[in-house]
């Protein structure tokens, strides 16, 4: 495989303003092949081309679209006295005011849903009906239950017959598929990445990384016209992140208490989430401060009206919020699931709810968190296929990755002894030059340093193994943490597991 190339980012790239970055729709003038997609991360080194890949930098453009549209927007303050208030057209989703002069975007507002949204909701009620087909196991066991399987089963035999029925037929007809390639249309990379979305029946988990198939998933439908049936000004996008992927959510919700299923590559208390990340970076959108349609996103700030993000700590809160937004939803599923104190089981959650900055702050912290902590990671990535519409292909304006803590700490391949090391940064690598990246303020490598950071859980003073105060008064209970952490050899995946410090808790 040849080395990725070393160009700077493009004039056109940097100087793009991130309100116009959008994920591009195939052409269907130009015929278009597809591929059934294949895995192509096997060890550590690969990472660093998956960075430098048009899929890595099509799946974080379509995260930042969609993380846009859920920002709150301005709008006009109420008309004086005697005056006529402008006339604005009715906005497809409901908004709730904030202030009276900015609408925000709640998962229980009332949506006049496009009907290729409402089309892929009914695909998930399905998804989630066939739990009743497969009840779990009687018997005990420790990773799992093995009904897992058997779900998994039915819904892999009937999953290219769901999807004929709810992708329009216009869209699963799209280009010329190659029968020779063992493709039916666009169906053969539709379908790998549907799947994928819903854990893996061979180690019974699920984590980040089947969420990021589900986002390659509806980008494959984004490409392919699905969604133009949704309207402009950020109105479609609205409906996929909260009529489509908060429900996508609560079926993985279902099937994970159903089935217990093990987080999938669980760095224990010290990641953000057993099983989720985009619903932070989501439901943190919704609670930033208003901007206009032709602003960036903002990097601090609140809108108002919004909860404190030291809120998430009460479970009052918690419960009050979780149905109208993303971040406390899933919040609130952490507290279905675990026991104890906040700050014990979610450490680093716990280190974002004291930033002082507001919600803008947090999102932007989340964007970072997301490129580094699963993006960049080998042991989430490593199962993520490559098709033509995601592709393995390098992108042109991809400068090669800064070398940093994480990337080196990458696992090489087993068969190959651990011989082969990571490709070193070319000198004077600006990055990763994706758009997105760009946009967000994202570092290419990554984040974080060397050393245990910085912690706002009540243990983790410097230089003392015994409980400290805070000024939050968490319980002085239970065992003292460890001040320091082993880390496993270089080159292993033993290595991966080294204390993750949140870019934004400072």
Not at 205 to 220: I, N, P, R
Not at 310 to 316: A, I, P, Y
Not at 474 to 499: C, E, N
Request: charged fraction near 20%.
């Amino acid at each position: 495989m040849d080395p990725p190339p070393t160009t700077q980012p493009s004039a056109s790239r940097t100087t793009q303003p991130t309100s116009s970055v959008k994920l591009e729709e195939l052409d269907p003038s130009v015929p278009h092949y597809f591929i059934p997609p294949a895995k192509r991360i096997n060890e550590g080194g690969d990472v660093t081309h998956f960075l430098t890949s048009k899929a890595y930098r099509d799946i974080g453009v379509f995260v930042l679209q969609l993380n846009r549209a859920l920002c709150p927007r301005k709008t006009q303050p109420p008309a004086a006295s005697g005056e006529p208030a402008p006339a604005q057209p009715p906005p497809r989703l409901t908004a709730r005011s904030a202030g009276g002069h900015a609408r925000t975007f709640t998962l229980n507002a009332q949506r006049q849903d496009a009907p290729s949204v409402q089309r892929l909701r009914e695909l998930l009620d399905r998804v989630e009906a066939v739990v009743e087909e497969a009840p779990p196991d009687s018997g005990p066991r420790r990773f799992g239950n093995i009904s897992f399987r058997r779900w998994h089963a039915l819904l892999e035999e009937r999953s290219e017959s769901l999807l004929k029925e709810f992708v329009a037929p216009e869209v699963l007809g799209f280009g010329r598929g190659g029968e020779e390639e063992g493709g039916d249309g666009p169906i053969v990379e539709l379908k790998a990445y549907f799947l994928g979305a819903f854990g893996s029946s061979q180690r019974m988990d699920y984590g980040t990384g089947h969420e990021v198939s589900f986002l390659a998933f509806l980008g494959c439908l984004w490409k392919l016209g699905a969604f133009k049936d949704g309207g402009e000004d950020g109105e479609i996008e609205r409906s996929i992140v909260l009529g489509v992927i908060e429900r996508y959510l609560k079926v993985v919700r279902r099937v994970i208490l159903t089935y217990t299923l093990e987080p999938a590559g669980s760095h224990g208390v010290w990641g953000l989430d057993d099983h989720s990340f985009i619903p932070y970076i989501f439901g943190s959108a919704q609670l930033t401060r208003p901007i206009s349609e032709g602003e960036p996103m903002p990097t601090e700030g609140s809108v108002a009206g919004a909860p404190k993000p030291s809120d998430v700590v009460k479970s009052t809160a918690v419960d009050l919020n979780r149905g109208v937004n993303m971040y406390f939803g899933a919040i609130g599923f952490i507290n279905d699931v675990k026991k104890g104190p906040f700050w014990e089981h979610s450490p680093i959650l716990f280190d974002i709810s004291g930033i002082k900055d507001g919600w803008g702050k947090i999102n932007k912290g989340m964007i970072k968190m997301f490129n580094a902590e699963v993006l960049s990671k080998f042991p989430v990535v490593q199962h993520f296929p490559f098709g033509s519409m995601f592709s393995w292909e390098t992108d042109p304006d991809a400068a090669v990755p800064i070398q940093t803590v994480h990337m080196s700490n990458q696992p090489s391949s087993a068969a190959a002894g651990g011989a082969r090391a990571m490709q070193p940064p070319q000198p004077g690598g600006a990055g990763t030059a994706a758009p997105w990246a760009q946009a967000a303020g994202m570092p290419g490598g990554g984040l974080g340093g060397p050393g245990i950071p910085y912690s706002r859980a009540p243990w983790a003073a410097a230089g003392s193994s015994a409980p400290a105060s805070s000024s939050r008064g968490p319980p002085d209970t239970g065992p003292s943490p460890p001040t320091s952490f082993p880390k496993g050899q270089p080159g292993t995946t033993s290595a991966q597991h080294t204390v993750t410090k949140a870019p934004w808790a400072k």
